[in-house]
């Protein structure tokens, strides 16, 4: 039997080596791994083959049979695995549980091959370098394994149809040799019409390795998986939930599974509405929208509805029933859609178009302000002046009369104060028509939040704790530091604000680097910002606090500000109550030009 080790002795250092080749890729292919499982079978296949003929003794070459059919008889399922993910049978993508019990047959192949000199019901006769009498679970055997093999070699064939379809011949060819070989020779010597003494399947099958091996890493030949309804499904970003006639949910993919926050087990059987139930704050709206969607009718599709959920999310859903062809309801299906960024963006998106409509206004109505007080202002000096000489001149005026005089220049200063602090507001409400004067540089945001928490510190309710949780090596930013600062003083000072009916309060500043954009969040632990007052919580001129205290103009400034540093200015909903400013930046390698040096 010197053919047949010197067969199998090539054929293991083949699979050795085409083994040793496909771990070793940096690049794996989608099927290496049961590649892999593939050549590691080829091995011990022919490693029981060598054993087995170079054995003294009958002992040791039935030894060396056991190892063959651990080989052989593991082959055929793992042909069928690599077909089948070649081919995307969803069925086993999905059932890993099924893939193993395919197994089970090779099993029960291995236990009989061991135990066959017991009840000869594998082998009737043992030869220990000739071909062994056959027995009856010897051909229970080969139904299973040529079922596994000849159902692989379709899934090859079809995808190979497709090659051919496609004008990709080439690796049309390749993939069906690489099919047919090993069966062709396997069936040649079961049927006894193979010339030699040995069984030719494993250097058959290791040439068809050789094929794969070279096709995939050459030519791609398994390299491109076909690509199915199940993988688009599976990579969108929107999640659909599958549901029968009845409306009882069978399936959903990853991105459903996100937004629900539960396991594929625990969608299957249930209801939408149980689904949807643990999102929403209005439990009768959900039963509404889950009782719809049950009752669409064949062929029909239900309105987009949006849900607010309770970690203030907006979810959007539509929903649609299919026909049947007898014209009865084939089944149902529901889209989730995140839209909290988009809302989030569209919420942005309106506030930057108001602060621009305000600053087109403000440039003319300013001018027009400024102008009439300029010379109030200068009368009202002048009236000071003369109400302090009047009260020199004039000592012996009655006692009434000498008490209103005496009145006359705190009047006048009030009236000062008072087109003074009309100044400040145009002054302010100039900032949204006016191009910066100051020049953009590399500006450091740690240093920046530091100075603007020293200077709050000289504010009021100095008992507020102020920490700051500063990322090291954050990158810089392209901007104006005193610009900057104003934004986060700002927001410090209202956060102290927040706090002053507290006994003790916290504020958190933080600066991180997340993804590409350098965020700044201010956060404390006050009462926040009540839900019905957040969309006009940057608005121009509104504000919760008494005329005394502000303007209401300071948010809507530093969302003007951030804005013009590239970046985003937003409150942030916390589930444990207080608020949180976060300001995303671009870092300075990302920043666009700076208004005015765009064409510098």
Request: charged share 20%; net charge neutral; with cysteine.
């Amino acid at each position: 039997m010197f053919g047949a080790t010197l067969q199998a002795a090539l054929t293991l250092l083949v699979a050795a080596v085409l083994a040793t080749f496909v771990q070793l890729r940096a690049r794996p292919a989608p099927l290496r791994v049961p590649l892999l499982a593939l050549l590691v079978a080829l091995v011990v296949w022919s490693a029981g083959v060598i054993w087995r003929f170079a054995a003294t003794d009958a002992r040791s070459a039935f030894a060396g049979l056991v190892l063959t059919w651990i080989g052989v008889a593991t082959v055929p399922p793992l042909w069928f695995l690599m077909a089948a993910r070649y081919a995307r049978v969803r069925s086993l993508e999905r059932r890993p549980a099924l893939a193993i019990a395919l197994f089970v047959p090779s099993v029960l192949t291995l236990v009989a091959v061991a135990t066959t000199l017991k009840h000869q019901l594998f082998f009737r006769t043992f030869i220990p370098h000739g071909v062994p009498v056959r027995g009856p679970l010897f051909y229970a055997y080969l139904v299973f394994a040529y079922t596994m093999v000849i159902a692989g070699i379709v899934l090859f064939l079809v995808a190979a149809r497709h090659m051919w379809d496609a004008s990709d011949r080439r690796r049309g060819v390749l993939l069906v040799s690489a099919a047919l070989l090993p069966t062709a020779a396997s069936l040649l010597f079961i049927c006894r019409l193979w010339p030699m003494a040995y069984d030719p399947t494993p250097a058959m099958l290791g040439c068809s390795l050789v094929i794969l091996t070279l096709g995939v890493f050459r030519y791609q030949l398994l390299e491109a998986l076909p690509l199915t309804r199940g993988d688009v499904i599976d990579h969108l970003r929107d999640g659909v939930v599958i549901a029968d006639a009845s409306g009882c949910v069978i399936d959903a993919n990853p991105g459903a599974l996100a937004i629900l926050g539960c396991a594929r087990s625990a969608v299957r059987g249930a209801r939408l509405g149980e689904l949807l139930a643990p999102l929403g704050r209005d439990a009768d709206s959900i039963q509404l929208l889950s009782e719809r969607f049950e009752q669409l009718a064949p062929d029909a599709a239900a309105a987009p509805v949006e849900l607010s959920t309770r970690q203030e999310r907006r979810i959007e859903i539509t929903a649609r029933c299919l026909r049947a062809p007898g014209g009865d309801p084939l089944g149902r299906f529901a889209v989730l859609r995140d839209r909290t960024d988009e809302r989030r963006t569209e919420h942005l998106l309106r506030q930057s178009q108001k602060l621009e409509t305000v600053g087109s206004l403000v440039a003319g109505v300013a001018h027009e302000i400024n102008n009439p007080l300029a010379f109030v202002l200068a009368n009202l000096g002048q009236l000071e002046g003369m109400a302090a000489l009047l009260s020199k001149r004039f000592p012996a005026l009655e006692s009434g009369e000498e008490d209103e005089l005496a009145e006359m220049p705190q009047l006048v200063g009030e009236c000062i104060e008072g087109i003074g602090r009309i100044r400040r507001i145009v002054d302010a409400m100039q900032r949204f028509s006016r191009v910066p004067s100051d020049e953009f540089t590399s500006v450091d945001v740690n240093q920046v939040v530091e100075d603007s928490i020293r200077l709050a510190d000289l504010h009021r309710n100095r008992d507020v704790l102020v920490q700051a949780l500063l990322e090291p090596d954050l990158p810089f930013v392209q901007g104006s530091a005193s610009r900057l600062e104003q934004v986060f003083l700002n927001l410090l000072v209202n956060a102290k604000h927040a706090l002053a009916a507290q006994s003790a309060g916290r504020i958190e500043v933080v600066t991180r680097l997340v993804g590409d954009v350098v965020e700044i969040s201010v956060r404390d632990d006050g009462p926040g910002v009540p839900e019905a007052l957040r969309h006009r919580i940057f608005d121009p001129f509104f504000t919760t606090k008494g005329p005394e205290r502000g303007t209401g103009l300071g948010l809507s400034i530093a969302f003007d500000i951030v804005r013009e540093h590239g970046g985003v200015l937003e409150l942030r909903p916390t589930p444990d109550g207080g608020a949180c400013f976060v300001a995303h930046l671009p870092p300075e390698c990302a920043a666009d030009p700076p208004p005015g040096e765009a064409h510098s």
